[in-house]
């Protein structure tokens, strides 16, 4: 097997102006560099968010790392410097049975960190030093971020981001972290704007200025260029531009060979057609025999997040023997466990039945701080987070994308579709929203509303979420309910 030193590129796309592709008026978008290549058994790499440990569980694939060595942020690290939730690439082994295998190399790199510029509660996004962060319902908060969401971030906070990049640059993330006050800001990105006379250029929003950096040795005559896949570091954030103290290279990559296994996960960031389209600037095409999970083929198109499994052919083109397609997960759910079922990997809570499988990720965030955490772990009353949706569609159960212990507390959450109507009670999930004379009502700009507004605009299939307290099984007592937007 070979062993190829990996680095992990392909994730960041960019607005870069004039340098290839298409857009509208000067920008256009640029497509990153291909993912790193290494082995894994077949000869391939697997690139994903991290689903839980006990080992490392990528795309639903437990790679034992008892052997393995962990690259961080571009320095030596170990398992215990990871979180649930980051993005990692890895080399290794992969069993015949798809859901076993042993890394060589996991490596992480974060896609942006520094300071929060902005926030837009409504949009449900920030923006950290010039780039564009989208929160949605399978992000997960590191514990020193109180509330677990957007709300829990304030202007300023210095966070580190982790996530997958859409076609115009967006970071989706995955993980979320606040980190302390003199911590070194960086970013990765395509170059553009460039000006060598100033020795400035643009990622994303974010202006870099490198006339006092060092530049590694691998630029082309030294010099940086539009295009170039870069990490720009640095400490001083001077009117929005970023004084660079370092600037490397990132896509000195090797191609992919005929025959490497690959099992990524990311948006599509170009389509052309459901046999040609790039998955994280990765060309993939399908075939008569590729299967289709969460969706169908029609499903395909422009920044759909998928996970492709395939081998790449000698055009360098990943053969996709399958492709699941990953919408987003608008249910949550917050209450205590009536019940676990470990063998049939469920608990029940709210009267809900939960089910978790290999991509789900489970995080410990209370006081025990289990790693990892497995529903062995769950005991009826403990307190839990569910992020997922209803599936199968109609059952009434959820699929958990994320599942979080947290310390104990009697307020009960569920956001979901309204099921049925019966002012001054609704259901979701075959739950009992029960509001009254304190209940506070609000719309999907948080601004209060009366009651009567609020029932004439609730309909079936509506976005809520109710916060209050258990007053029964499948009953909340709400103290607020609120319109969502899906995301």
């Not at 034992?64 to 060595?69: G, H, I, K, L, R």
């Not at 520094?114 to 780039?131: K, N, R």
């Not at 979320?176 to 006379?197: R, Y």
């Not at 030294?222 to 896949?229: A, E, K, L, V």
Request: glycine content about 12%; hydrophobic content about 40%.
């Amino acid at each position: 097997m070979k062993n190829i030193k990996l680095i992990i590129l392909g994730i960041i796309l960019a607005f870069s102006a004039g340098c290839g592709g298409s857009g509208s008026g000067s920008t256009a978008v640029v497509n990153p560099p291909p993912p790193p290549v290494g082995g894994i058994g077949r000869t391939g790499i697997a690139m994903g968010p991290i689903s839980t440990f006990g080992s490392v569980v990528v795309n639903g694939v437990r790679y034992d790392t008892n052997s393995a060595v962990f690259t961080v942020n571009g320095l030596s690290g170990s398992q215990d410097d990871l979180s649930v939730g980051q993005v990692v690439t890895i080399s290794g082994t992969i069993d015949d049975n798809g859901i076993d295998g042993a890394a060589d190399e996991v490596i992480f790199d974060d896609n942006v960190k520094g300071p929060v510029q902005s926030i837009d509660l409504g949009l449900s996004q920030i923006v950290v030093l010039g780039q564009t962060v989208l929160i949605n319902p399978e992000t997960s908060f590191d514990d020193s971020i109180s509330p677990a969401s957007i709300d829990g971030l304030d202007i300023d906070d210095i966070v580190e981001v982790s996530g997958l990049v859409d076609a115009v640059g967006r970071i989706t993330a995955t993980r979320i972290e606040l980190k302390p006050a003199g911590t070194e800001f960086e970013v990765l990105g395509v170059v553009s704007a460039h000006n060598m006379t100033s020795s400035l250029f643009n990622i994303n929003d974010l202006v870099v200025d490198y006339s006092g950096a060092t530049l590694d040795n691998d630029f082309p005559g030294g010099q940086i260029s539009n295009g170039d896949f870069v990490e720009a570091k640095g400490t001083s954030l001077v009117g929005g531009t970023l004084i660079a103290r370092e600037v490397d290279l990132k896509n000195a990559l090797p191609n992919l060979e005929d025959g490497v296994h690959v099992e990524i996960q990311g948006f599509i960031t170009r389509f052309v057609s459901s046999t040609d389209f790039d998955v994280t600037g990765l060309p993939v095409t399908t075939t008569a025999s590729t299967v289709y999970e969460g969706g169908v083929v029609g499903d395909l198109g422009l920044n759909i997040k998928v996970e492709v499994e395939g081998d790449v052919n000698s055009g360098g083109v990943l053969v996709a023997t399958k492709v699941d397609i990953r919408r987003a997960k608008a249910v949550r759910a917050t209450a205590n466990v009536d019940s676990v079922n470990a063998g049939a990997n469920s608990l029940v809570m709210l009267g809900i039945t939960v089910n978790v499988d290999t991509l789900t990720r489970l995080e410990d965030k209370s006081s025990a701080d289990v790693r990892p955490l497995t529903l062995a772990d769950i005991n009826a009353g403990d307190y839990v987070e569910v992020r997922g949706g209803e599936f199968p569609s109609g059952s009434g159960a959820i699929l958990a994308t994320i599942l979080e212990r947290d310390d104990a507390d009697t307020a009960a959450i569920l956001q979901g579709f309204v099921e049925t109507i019966s002012n001054p009670s609704f259901a979701i999930l075959g739950v009992t929203i029960q509001t009254g004379g304190g209940t506070i009502f609000r719309d999907e700009n948080d601004t209060v509303i009366s009651s009567v507004e609020f029932f004439s605009r609730l309909a079936p299939n509506a976005l809520v979420k109710a916060k209050g307290t258990e007053s029964s099984a499948t009953v909340i007592s709400a103290d607020e309910v609120e319109f969502e937007l899906e995301f």
